[in-house]
């Protein structure tokens, strides 16, 4: 009522803030996807049949379920030419940098034959995208470490798959530990959708144009970068390395509460979530698991991690605002113990992001009443005022 427009940066004017995908009730900490809790889709699925569920809107049947898993392996290979594209980075790239870059390059050789508006082209542009992101992503990290690239096998299940291109060398036989596959499987299923989050709001806001889904998905792999975001989990490792010891974690809370110090306790507090996250819950739980799996019987940065959640949740400040910890406090603990780098934690992120980001776009497109995102402004610059010549100023 006083003129000015109040803009919610979670809504555009393409309405894509409708959507039957997920919903999170941030007070409660509860996350749905297409109506089942993510703490029963974690502990009773799989990251394949989750894929089918945020595509499809319902569980698969068992011939839905092996044909979708037959259609997803059978494109993780990347046209060899692709091959090429790494070769242009420096070796010491973050591989974010390469994920933005590769993804992209895929509009490139899938796009011109590609019309969105036809929902079986759709579909397969989608699948491309879930099976041959891991691909992409594992060959990231082969070029940063300078080991040859692992082509992708038929026989392997998504986890299975990815861990094998990630870490496999040509020497030896690589056998993949089950336990560390499925913990894997659930770190993608806990990442795989998040309602209207700042990546996935930026690939509907990409797609409303009607640009490419590869071209989307690289703009989302861009976002999902930054470290207020999926670069976070990168940034927690940082964080806890630098404190170091649980007897830093006072210095580190009172850095955290003061608004002169831009230190922030990264993996806490989010934009929705006012109540814990549920999926810091699962991750906490699977990193124990995991651990053990790995015959870690100490893992000094999980002990510190867990005093000082435990620390940060008596203290007035953090209570107050309800800031709890989010998915990014834990999951790096358990990447780091299955061998991957910090800068590959936000990689894995997109990877499994993926899927949600193509389900997000497809149920955009779908919508009748779709148009182009153009969000408006609260103007505060100068009034109109006529133009001065150099000599006069
Ligand atoms: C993800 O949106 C999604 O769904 C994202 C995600 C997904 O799955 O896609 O869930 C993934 O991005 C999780 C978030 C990962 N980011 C981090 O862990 C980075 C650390 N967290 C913060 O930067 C922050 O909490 C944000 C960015 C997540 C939210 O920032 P906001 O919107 O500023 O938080 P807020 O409005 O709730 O803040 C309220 C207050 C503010 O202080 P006051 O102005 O009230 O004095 O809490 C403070 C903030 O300064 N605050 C923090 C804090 N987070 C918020 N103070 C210290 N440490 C923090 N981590």
Known sequence: DDGYFTYDPGFTSTGSCQSKITYIDGENGVLLHRGYPIEELAEHSDFMEVCYLLLHGELPTAKEKKDFEHNITYHTMLHEQIHAIYRGFRRDAHPMALMVGVVGALSAFYHDSLDISDARQREIASHRLIAKVPTIAAMAYKYSVG???VYPRNDLGFAENFLRMTFAVPAEEYKVNPVVAKAMDKIFILHADHEQNASTSTVRVAGSSGANPFACIAAGIASLWGPAHGGANEAVLAMLRQIGHKDRIPEFIKRAKDKDDPFRLMGFGHRVYKNYDPRAAVIRKSCHEVLDALGIRDEPLLDLAMELE?????????VERKL???VDFYSGIILQAVGFPTSMFTVLFAVARTVGWVAQWNEMIEDPEQRISRPRQLY??????????INKR
């Open 380 to 389: 505060t610059g100068h009034d109109k005022r006529s133009y001065t010549p």
């Open 324 to 326: 709890f910890p989010n």
């Open 310 to 318: 435990r620390i940060a949740l008596h203290d007035e400040y953090f």
């Open 147 to 149: 080991q040859p690239f």
